[in-house]
Structures are given as structure tokens and as C-alpha cells.
């Protein structure tokens, strides 16, 4: 496509409650480099991705630089849930593609964003998924009924779409509904979301055993850089 302009949009405005350890997971160095910059060497190292511009918490300046070494790329500062700091950030750039990225996804394989791209030609978004594998089943304590996994995915980021059509998706989301990813914004809009295959290393570091596993990961060189 002429004038083709790709952005990879960094979400990294939350809390990383969920993985403690007082500095938001984010900005948790893995193997010597922080784990949104990792995210970010991913987007702004493949080709077809011009810029990249990073979403941080109000107050997150002076991590966000740390995190960079002092040269942090582009910012916008998010909001209280995923989905208004993806709004933000959408306000914010400027474009024809977008590439949305959960910053807690340190390890993202240039192969992925061959296929969203591609996927693109055909339909209004893409997104990675991958099968679910093990047994679901619903209960706290106590064993509860099965689900059947057959035909569900988990779906990962980076996810793509043509810039207006994902402003105009979250524009007509629900306000005060929150939305865990941004392809299921744009699905209540009427689009078609293509699956494309994701990858197990672009799993999200969630709690503080994820964030061991990712060191373990580098060591191992199941991952590289
Ligand atoms: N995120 C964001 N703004 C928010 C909440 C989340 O930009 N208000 C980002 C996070 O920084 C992360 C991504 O969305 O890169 C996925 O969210 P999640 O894994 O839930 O991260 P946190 O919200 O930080 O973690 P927790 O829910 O455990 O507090
Ligand atoms: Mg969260």
C-alpha cells in the first residue's frame, strides 16, 4: 500500500498489581534490559513499522526513561483502565495501521507481525491467537463443570488495525465497560477479526513467577535477545 504509515501503539500504563514487587512489572528489568523496552525492540526493529509511541502512567517519566537508558521513544500518559489508555494513545498518533501491544509482552517474533500485516489485506483486524491446550473447567475451591476448549483461542498482542477504523470502535464502545483487548472493540463494531498464529513467547508476564520464567526463558535462549 502507498503511504502506508505503520505505528506499534505500547500500552504501559498500569499497575502490574497482580505481579507486585513495588516497580509495575513493565519497567522490571529481564535479563539487563526492562521489559517494555523489550516490547518495543520488537516493534521498532521490524521493517514495516515506522515509529512506535509508548503509553505510560501519570508519574511513570522518570521509570519510562530509565527504561530506555535516557532516550526514551514518543509518549502519552493513560488513564485508569487499559482501554482509556488506548484511547489516549490513539489520540495521539499518527497514522494509517496500528499495531496495539500490551507492554508486558516482552518477546515478540518479527513472524507474527508478517502475519497480522498480511492478514490485513482481507479483513478489518488482526490478531494472534493460540488453541487452547489444557482442560478448562469452571470452580474456586471445588471442581466445577468442564468447559469445552474446542475452537477457543488465547488471544495475544500485538493487535492490528487501519488507525480510523479502531478510534471510530472504541468511540462507539460502551463508556465505563472495560475491554481486555481491542479486537473485541472492534468485533462490537461490526468488524471482521482475523486469527492469526500467535506464539508462546509472546505470552504476558502477569504475576512474579512469569517474570522469573522470562529470565529462565533468555538463559535457556528459548527466546532470543
Ligand atoms: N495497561 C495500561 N493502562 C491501564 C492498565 C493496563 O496501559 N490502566 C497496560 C499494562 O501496562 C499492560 C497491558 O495493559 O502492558 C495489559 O494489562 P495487564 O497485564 O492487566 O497489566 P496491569 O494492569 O499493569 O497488571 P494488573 O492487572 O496485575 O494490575
Ligand atoms: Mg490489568
Redesign the pocket.
Known sequence: MRDRRVIGL??????????GGGV???YRRVAGRAV?AR?CDGLAAHPAIDAVHV???AGQEALLAEAFGGNPPAWTI?????????RA?LAAIDGTIVLI?????PFLPAAVVDRLLAALDDADGAVPALPVADTLARGDAALGDTVARAGLNRIQ?PQAFPLPLIRAAHAAWPEGEEA?DDAQVARAAGHGVALVAGDAALD????ADDIARAEARLAARLVSR
Open positions: 505500547v500500552v504501559a500504563a498500569g499497575a502490574g498489581e497482580r505481579a509495575p512489572k513493565q517494555i516490547a503509553v505510560i502512567g493513560g488513564g485508569a483502565t487499559r482501554r482509556d489508555s488506548v494513545g501491544h500490551d507492554a508486558a509482552r498482542t481486555t504476558k508476564l502477569t504475576t
